[in-house]
T-cell receptor
């Protein structure tokens, strides 16, 4: 079983719909992250959380919100989806400490029509 | 503004050849430089990383070369194999940014058999 699981893996929806992407992990890591990947732009950080009570905005948080329901669960929501939010979304986790590697899920491909 | 610039965008190499991917940064506060490898349909995974107190780090066929004065670092893949075909991302992080990773735009490497 994957250590970092993202659901759904693929989603097609319409402009204006509310969408939730979910991430769960079995690695026991406190730190969790949401990124989006766009061709030619690499990965950009949307939100990150260092524990259940700590939520921080990343580089591109506008139009997104998150919820850290438990140490193992971190959800990303698009309240009113727009076409330019079409992208590949990744959840990642890391252990606390200096320069710990981030462990990524396999991504959610989101298309907004 | 992209703080880590990566080139080339794509690279085709013959089996057994050397693959070289370059990254440049502006912010001298960056003090940790990892490379992530991503296969199709998968999330990125840490490949190798370096701190600026050394000029080179080697792990198997993979080597990072670091030039602090030029603010550049590169990934060299020796004896490239078809199984190395993937997208490679350089990244950088620094103290005071909660160790957020700033990623380059990615390089799609194809190793021909």
């Amino acid at each position: 079983d994957a250590d970092v699981t993202q659901t759904p893996r693929n989603r097609i929806t319409k402009t204006g719909k509310r969408i939730m992407l979910e991430c769960s992990q079995t690695k026991g890591h406190d730190r969790m992250y949401w990124y989006r990947q766009d061709p030619g732009l690499g990965l950009r950080l949307i939100y990150y959380s260092f524990d259940v009570k700590d939520i921080n905005k990343g580089e591109i948080s506008d139009g997104y919100s998150v919820s850290r329901q438990a140490q193992a669960k971190f959800s990303l929501s698009l309240e009113s989806a727009i076409p330019n939010q079409t992208a590949l979304y990744f959840c990642a986790t890391s252990a606390p400490g200096l320069n710990q590697p981030q462990h990524f899920g396999d991504g959610t491909r989101l298309s907004i029509l | 503004q992209q703080q880590v610039k990566q080139s080339p965008q794509s690279l085709i190499v013959q089996k057994g050849g050397i693959s070289i991917i370059n990254c440049a940064y502006e912010n001298t506060a960056f003090d940790y430089f990892p490379w992530y490898q991503q296969f199709p349909g998968k999330g990125p995974a840490l490949l190798i990383a370096i701190r600026p107190d050394v000029s080179e780090k080697k792990e198997g066929r993979f080597t990072i070369s670091f030039n602090k004065s030029a603010k550049q670092f590169s990934l060299h893949i020796m004896d490239s194999q078809p199984g190395d075909s993937a997208t490679y991302f350089c990244a950088a992080s620094m103290l005071g940014s909660a160790r957020q990773l700033t990623f380059g735009s990615g390089t799609q490497l194809t190793v021909l058999p």
